[in-house]
């Protein structure tokens, strides 16, 4: 089911204040609430899907600041999120200004990664999420 309201300028600007509050709280320097507000926007990216289209550039912002923020277990949470997100926008996140954003960091993190380390199969989810949009519209 579509997000509900976007097609009028009052439900654009509602979801806009929704989307950005929701990704200031994503860099929270609070653990808790980093968690909260990156498990509500895994749950928005799902709802919005393609609604998420024209904000990808400032969305891999803050999620790739998270980076940066996030300990280990909301990492877990973060890899998620941006698997979401590869999910809801599709072939949109096939470019090569979002890729080069997204990338380095998460391999990054895939060579910090132990074989053994329980976060390396959360990661990988996230990468082939990524994959199959990628593949799918090559």
């Not at 877990?76 to 890729?99: H, K, M, P």
């Not at 990054?108 to 132990?114: E, F, G, H, R, Y």
Request: proline share 4%; glycine share 6%.
């Amino acid at each position: 089911m579509p997000f509900q309201g976007v097609g009028h300028q009052k439900g654009y600007d509602q979801f806009n204040r929704v989307l950005m509050g929701l990704l200031q709280r994503v860099l929270d320097t609070n653990k808790r609430v980093q968690e909260a507000a990156c498990s509500a926007f895994a749950t928005l990216e799902e709802e919005a899907a393609e609604e998420l289209t024209p904000h990808v550039a400032i969305i891999l912002q803050h999620l790739l600041c998270a980076f940066g923020r996030y300990q280990k277990r909301n990492l877990r949470i973060l890899y998620d999120a941006i698997g979401t997100l590869a999910d809801a926008v599709g072939g949109e996140l096939n470019q090569s200004r979002y890729l080069d954003i997204l990338m380095p960091p998460l391999i990054a993190k895939w060579q910090l990664v132990s074989n053994s380390d329980k976060d390396l199969f959360p990661l990988l989810e996230c990468f082939t999420s990524i994959a199959q949009v990628c593949c799918t519209f090559c």
